[in-house]
Structure formats: structure tokens, C-alpha cells
Nanobody, 114 residues
Framework: VQLQASGGGLVQPGGSLRLSCSAS????????MGWYRQAPGKQRELVAT???????NYLESVRGRFTISRLNAEATVYLQMNSLKPEDTAAYYC?????????WGQGTQVTVSS
């Protein structure tokens, strides 16, 4: 499976961004797609995940501000990020999990600054 992520950028506090990640190749039917982030000097952390059947999981600090969704037909996952804060600044990574194997996309930088 190959992952292609896009949508990062520079935004002011309170602004919005939408990340997307598309999977291609041999895609197992049962899978979980999600977003993780890593800020400089910090460990990578889970932001949000969604299973193919719609089971959701969110980092508590983004709950209510971020929304993860997916289009199964296109094997694409989205992360709508609203009310962004400077502490959301990080490299965001898409992850695809199936058959016990994790695969990562390239990071996309999100910078929240005035």
C-alpha cells in the first residue's frame, strides 16, 4: 500500500485546514486509517483514527475541533481541522493499518502562527 498525503500549510490561530491521504495498491478490506503528528522534540502521537466500518478514536485535545472521515470507495481519509491552535503545529502523518502491519505516508507540515 502506498500513501499520498496533502493539505498542510501555514494558518493563523483559529483558522482551518483539511488534510487528505489516499491509499493505493493492494488494499485489504479490513483496515484502519488515521493521522498522527509529531512536534519538534516530542514523540509522535495519535490524532485521530477511523476504521473502515466507521469506528472513531480522537486525541482528547482535538476532540470537537478536528473531524476525521473517509471515503472507502476511494481509500481516502480526511482530517478537517478547525479552531487551530499554535500547539497543533507539527508534522502530520497518515497511517494505514491492516493485517497487523502499519504503513506510513510522508509527513505534511501544519504550522499555526500569527
Amino acid at each position: 500500500v502506498q500513501l499520498q498525503a496533502s493539505g498542510g500549510g501555514l494558518v493563523q490561530p483559529g483558522g482551518s485546514l483539511r488534510l487528505s491521504c489516499s491509499a493505493s495498491g493492494d488494499i485489504p478490506r479490513a483496515n484502519i486509517m488515521g493521522w498522527y503528528r509529531q512536534a519538534p522534540g516530542k514523540q509522535r502521537e495519535l490524532v485521530a483514527t477511523i476504521s473502515r466500518t466507521g469506528i472513531l478514536n480522537y486525541l482528547e485535545s482535538v476532540r470537537g475541533r478536528f473531524t476525521i472521515s473517509r471515503l472507502n470507495a476511494e481509500a481516502t481519509v480526511y482530517l478537517q481541522m478547525n479552531s487551530l491552535k499554535p500547539e497543533d503545529t507539527a508534522a502530520y502523518y497518515c497511517k494505514f493499518t491492516a493485517r497487523g502491519i502499519d504503513q506510513w505516508g510522508q509527513g505534511t507540515q501544519v504550522t499555526v502562527s500569527s
